[in-house]
């Protein structure tokens, strides 16, 4: 499998299953700003509340083969086996589908993933062995804490400042200085590496 990012903002997400395993799928779904369309005959009272909230819309009937011709991804995990094959073999070629049940005929899986803002660590034994993936990811979650999140922030913005402000030359040296685990630690550190950035003072260097 080829590991890649998805940018899902504004993108049309087709889900079929209303149960426990769709509203897993449609929780993380949701953190990307999809516009996520549930068909399934019954859903659990969180997705039935999503609905409410226009969160997502819920269709409460059976899925039939056209509800997915305008979806860019598809998530397939109904309660049925030979539902969720009938959609994966009905799929267009240029669409992406997970099969929740049977991820093999399916053309992508979604990984086990740990986010810190900005961060975002995937882990996958290609099906091989989930409970494998949920330990590294634990291990991951240990070793790469909340504190990331704003770590990262400022590294958006220190980069964002020496692309726009300082010679090529520099620019690697600065870059590579910003990667020292004391900007992870030290949040005063960051302010005032920040503010000799901002005042463009290149010659100064901060211990």
């Known amino acids: 499998m080829y590991p890649i990012h998805l940018d899902l903002s504004n993108k049309q997400v087709m889900v ?13 779904l949701l953190k990307e700003k999809a516009i996520i369309t549930v068909i399934s005959i019954d859903a659990v009272e969180e997705i039935q509340k999503l609905h409410e ?12 083969k056209n509800d997915f011709e305008k979806a860019f991804l598809v998530v397939a995990a109904t309660n049925s086996s030979e539902v969720n094959a009938e959609i994966a073999a009905n799929i267009g ?38 409970s494998l993936s949920s330990l590294i990811k634990k291990e991951l979650e240990e070793t790469y ?13 220190c980069r964002t400042i020496i692309k ?14 910003l990667t020292d685990p004391v900007y992870l630690q030290d949040e005063k550190k960051r302010e ?9 003072n290149e010659a100064s260097r901060l211990n």
């Not at 990984?111 to 961060?119: I, T």
């Not at 726009?164 to 200085?177: D, M, V, W």
């Open 145 to 157: 804490t909340e504190d990331y999140e704003s770590y990262l922030d400022f590294l958006f913005e």
């Open 16 to 28: 079929a299953g209303g149960g426990p395993v769709a509203y897993r799928k449609i929780r993380d």
């Open 192 to 200: 005032r590496y920040l503010e000799t950035l901002l005042k463009g």
């Open 93 to 130: 070629e240029n669409q992406l589908i997970n099969v929740a049940d049977q991820p093999e005929i399916g053309n992508f899986i979604i990984p086990s993933a740990v986010k810190r803002g900005k961060l975002v660590l995937s882990v996958s034994t290609s099906g091989a062995s989930p």
């Open 164 to 177: 726009n402000e300082y010679s090529k030359i520099k620019r690697k040296a600065l870059l590579k200085e």
């Open 53 to 64: 909230q226009k969160r997502l819309t819920w269709i409460a009937r059976k899925v039939r």
